[in-house]
């Protein structure tokens, strides 16, 4: 498979390493985090390529019109409206019950920069669909990529985010300074409410 060379080579001419085999599950939500550069995309699909992993992913509905909608489409995107999100976890959870395979790649930051709190949509699209969460990461700072440890959504999202916290904890994004936790809004409206 051509991709997968490509992948490699990518990863060598950079020296990186990837960690970890290729998922078994067939569907699953990747979180990629940390997201601090424009760097992530490219390293993000070399990894996916390494791993033969074929993912989808999210863009602005503007990146999908000529002349460089068709290769955008090629590379797994899906155009996304943003000035209408509410119905994207509802379309994506029928997605998923709708194919034999799916990854889907979201940046839960939603942006390069650093935020309060994350999106929480990965964890709600994982929840109505059933799927695990896979762990990716672009560690910048030992140059280490790869998809680590699943979360099965649990509907307890303290203690889910306890197991995602602790994974991301130690890895480093290429601008370390913009880096956000991994923490989502549920967390802090459940805090306050108890």
């Not at 910048?140 to 916290?165: A, H, S």
Request: charged share 20%; with cysteine; glycine share 8%.
């Amino acid at each position: 498979m051509l991709s997968y060379w490509i992948g490699r080579f990518w990863l060598w001419l950079f020296g990186w390493n990837i960690c970890g085999e290729a998922s078994t599950y067939r569907k699953f939500v990747l979180i990629a985090a940390p997201h601090t550069s424009n760097w992530d995309f490219p390293f993000m699909l070399a990894t996916a390529y390494a791993l033969r992993v074929r993912i989808s992913w999210f863009g602005k509905h503007t990146l999908f019109i000529p002349p460089w909608g068709w290769f955008m489409r090629k590379l797994g995107g899906i155009p996304v409206d943003r000035r209408a999100p509410q119905t994207l976890v509802m379309q994506m959870a029928e997605k998923f019950r709708n194919s034999d395979a799916l990854v889907l790649a979201v940046p839960p930051e939603g942006t390069r920069s650093k935020v309060d709190v994350w999106k929480s949509g990965f964890y709600h699209i994982a929840s109505q669909s059933g799927v695990p969460i896979g762990l990716g990461y672009l560690d910048y700072q030992r140059k280490l990529c790869g998809l680590g440890m699943f979360v099965i959504p649990t509907g307890n999202v303290k203690e889910d985010m306890n197991k995602i916290r602790d994974f991301y904890r130690n890895i480093r994004g290429k601008h370390p300074e913009m880096e956000s936790e991994p923490r989502l809004r549920e967390e802090l409206d459940w805090q306050s409410s108890a």
